[in-house]
């Protein structure tokens, strides 16, 4: 499932997230806010709500430190090997 918005994702993340059963999301860490609402951590927030037990993979160009909000951090940029084995894990 890919959002190609903030609006979008909030959508996907309430609707269909839950029925199509996800077990893990990855959010990047420096969404732009949409009119200063939204941002990955709330993003987050709303998939563990929504989907008890996801998994949530952040992805950022900040510091592990300033984003709080993944179960799993990866820098960018992004080892997609090591990130794919991180998510066989799951």
């Known amino acids: 499932m890919e959002a190609g918005s903030l609006p ?5 993340a309430q609707n ?4 199509a059963r996800v077990n893990v999301a ?6 732009t806010p949409y009119r200063h609402v939204v941002n990955g951590n709330q993003v987050a927030s709303l998939l ?21 909000f993944g179960d799993l951090y990866f820098p960018k940029p992004i080892d997609f090997q090591k ?7 799951i």
Request: aromatic share 0%.
């Open 8 to 12: 979008e994702a909030l959508e996907k």
């Open 16 to 19: 269909e997230a839950p029925k």
């Open 26 to 31: 990855i959010i990047d860490g420096c969404l």
């Open 48 to 68: 563990r709500e929504t989907v008890p037990g996801i998994k949530i993979i952040a992805i950022s160009g900040l510091s592990k430190e300033e984003i709080n």
């Open 83 to 89: 990130l794919a084995e991180e998510i066989t894990k």
